[in-house]
């Protein structure tokens, strides 16, 4: 008599209901995964490069160049008491990383689409890594930004013990606009190619070439809608004593906060068709 094998259990594995994908505790619980999604991205961009990590530097720093060319030369830009190199820069080392990260967390889970279909993580990792990449550039080209204030002996002010948070917010805002642009680029393609051109918009509505003492007073808390200009006035601020974000900076906390949630939300519905869509 033969015996027919017995039949293995199957197991499914479904997302869950939640509203938001993912949590804190998850992605700490994957932070090993985490760190070398950075460190693979990082190797793939310095790869077969001629400068290598030299394009960190060299980036921001003919960005300020240029902008010292024409604004602070040319159109005669205030610059709140700072030599204008300086505070250009200043300006450029948190926006480059800014820039550098939307762009990247982009098209971060598009390029990642044969990692994703083949083993289940938090698909949130993936952006996540994108956008803390940069940071190494942004570090580099603080350490270049500190080398031309000894040149100009400038000083930090008194509120340098505020320059991490400032650097923080500029870490979520960036985060914010990937979660939302992430999953925009996976529905449709051509959300990648709007990015640069809105990227290009925003730098000039955030005050890297001009202060922020620019804009009226009246207007300074809808331009704090911008969490940028927050994180640049801020930055500027700890570092060269000049006005700084003042109130702006609790808008631009409640504006970051919200773009999170909504964005970790929008994220989650289309989590789902990520491998289907990419």
Request: net charge positive.
């Amino acid at each position: 008599m033969s015996t027919q094998p017995a039949a293995l259990p199957v197991t499914h594995i479904r997302p869950g209901t939640r509203a938001v994908s993912f949590t804190l505790g998850e992605v700490w619980h994957a932070r090993e995964l985490l760190y070398f999604l950075v460190l693979r991205d990082i190797k793939v961009r310095y790869k077969q490069t001629v400068l290598g990590i030299g394009w960190s530097v060299l980036q921001p720093f003919l960005a300020m160049v240029v902008f010292t060319i024409f604004f602070g030369r040319l159109a005669k830009m205030p610059s709140d008491g700072v030599p204008y190199p300086v505070f250009s820069l200043a300006a450029l080392v948190p926006w480059t990383y800014f820039a550098a990260a939307a762009a990247n967390g982009s098209a971060s889970l598009v390029g990642n689409q044969h990692l994703i279909a083949k083993v289940y993580f938090p698909r949130v990792l993936v952006p996540l890594a994108a956008v803390l990449m940069p940071a190494l550039d942004m570090l580099i080209s603080f350490g270049m930004l500190l080398v031309l204030m000894a040149w100009y002996h400038v000083m930090p002010s008194s509120a340098v013990m505020m320059l991490p948070f400032y650097a923080a917010l500029g870490v979520l805002s960036a985060f914010a606009v990937t979660l939302w642009t992430s999953a925009l680029s996976v529905r449709y393609r051509d959300a990648r190619y709007v990015l640069p051109f809105v990227i290009q918009i925003w730098l000039f509505l955030t005050p890297v070439a001009y202060p922020a003492s620019m804009v009226p007073e009246r207007w300074r808390l809808v331009y704090a809608l911008n969490p940028m200009a927050t994180v640049v006035e801020g930055f500027r601020g700890a570092l060269l004593g000049t006005p700084g974000a003042g109130s702006m900076t609790a808008v631009s906390v409640i504006v970051v906060a919200a773009a999170l949630a909504a964005g970790a939300a929008y994220f989650h519905s289309v989590e789902g068709s990520i491998v289907d869509l990419a």
